[in-house]
T-cell receptor, first 115, second 118 residues
């Protein structure tokens, strides 16, 4: 079974600075997908970024980028130019390739942004 | 386009009572998922519907939990009788095809139902 580990329960960053959230996972599969979800106080989970394991290039979405290290099974999220609205809980998630496969989540990390 | 809607947003019940949670997926989304997060722990998969059929219910904790999706539209998750360990946030999510490898395929989440069993 796959597992996702987010070892840092919380982090803090100064507004406009850069922060990196860590995530590691364990799997024996070669094809899969990795995701970062954001959960603001409204509780609605929002997809931040996704990475296909077969792609060597790291995914980027505006101020959000990932450092995907397949051999090390590491998938960290970098948030550049942090904004107050980035304060939220962030979940790393794994999904096997194939139709109708479920997500496996980490415990999440609470990110606070200092003005 | 309306998002995934969950009712109620909060529910406080006593141990032994029954609670029914409802999820309205995005219109046209055949795939509906239930997840649960117990405080301080991972979000765990409960089950997956494709239309009205249960595709995967491997995450359902025990037979006190009953999920239905009559007609393939909205879904309900009933807990009867509720126990203290059932407290947590119950999330619903939906997607159109369930094939998340498709470039534009996304999973949309609702805001969850916070269930407190006292």
């Amino acid at each position: 079974a796959q597992t996702v580990t987010q070892s840092q329960p919380e982090m803090s960053v100064q507004e406009a600075e850069t922060v990196t959230l860590s995530c590691t996972y364990d799997t024996s599969e070669s094809d899969y997908y990795l995701f970062w979800y954001k959960q603001p106080p409204s509780r609605q989970m929002i997809l931040v970024i996704r990475q296909e394991a077969y792609k060597q290039q790291n995914a980027t979405e505006n101020r959000f980028s990932v450092n995907f290290q397949k051999a090390a099974k590491s998938f960290s999220l970098k948030i550049s130019d942090s904004q107050l609205g980035d304060a939220a809980m962030y979940f790393c998630a794994y999904r096997s390739d194939g139709a109708n496969s479920k997500l496996t989540f980490g415990k999440g990390i609470t990110l606070s942004v200092r003005p | 386009e309306a998002g995934v809607t969950q009712f109620p947003s909060h529910s406080v019940i006593e141990k032994g009572q029954t609670v029914t949670l409802r999820c309205d997926p995005i219109s046209g989304h055949d795939n509906l998922y239930w997840y649960r997060r117990v405080m301080g722990k991972e979000i765990k998969f409960l089950l997956h519907f494709v239309k009205e059929s249960k595709q995967d219910e491997s995450g359902m904790p025990n037979n006190r939990f009953l999920a239905e999706r009559t007609g393939g539209t909205y879904s309900t998750l009933k807990v009867q009788p509720a126990e203290l360990e059932d407290s947590g946030v119950y999330f619903c999510a939906s997607s159109r095809t369930g094939v998340l490898s498709a470039v534009n395929e996304k999973l949309f989440f609702g805001s969850g139902t916070q269930l407190s069993v006292l």
